[in-house]
């Protein structure tokens, strides 16, 4: 059973950045795809970044690229997700993720089974 904890969103305005940071415990993380995922109210939950056991295939979503860094570091247990030039849709819930997976390629969005209990992320025009 894997535990995760998120930390690290916060109100700022828009241009702004933040870093979220997500604990992994309970095991090891290093053969797991983990994941970022947000949902803002009124909104489905979507994928924003994953990234494989390895760290040799990411996926991010489209309105994030060039904005948005998914890094693990396995010896830390940890993904991260640095966020610059925030935007107000940008607002949301952002959950950490994973599921246990030793394939090269992109981490399947359905089979993520184990969920952090979020971090607000607020960007304010």
């Known amino acids: 059973q894997v535990q995760l904890v998120e930390s690290g969103g916060g109100s700022v305005q828009a241009e702004g950045s933040l870093r979220l940071s997500c604990v992994a415990s309970?095991?090891?993380?290093?053969?797991?795809?983990l994941g970022w995922f947000r949902q803002a109210p009124g909104k489905e939950r979507e994928a924003v970044a994953s990234?494989?056991?390895?760290?040799?295939?990411?996926y991010k979503i489209g309105s994030v690229m060039g904005r948005f860094t998914t890094i693990r570091d396995n010896a830390k247990n940890s993904l991260y997700l640095t966020m610059n030039s925030l935007k107000p849709e940008d607002t949301a819930m952002y959950y950490c993720?994973?599921?246990?997976?030793?394939?090269?390629?992109?981490?399947?969005?359905?089979?993520?089974?184990?969920w952090g209990q979020g971090t607000q992320v607020t960007v304010s025009s």
């Open positions: 309970g095991s090891t993380v290093n053969d797991y795809c």
């Open positions: 993720a994973a599921f246990r997976s030793s394939y090269r390629g992109l981490c399947r969005k359905s089979d993520f089974e184990y």
């Open positions: 990234i494989n056991f390895d760290g040799s295939t990411e």
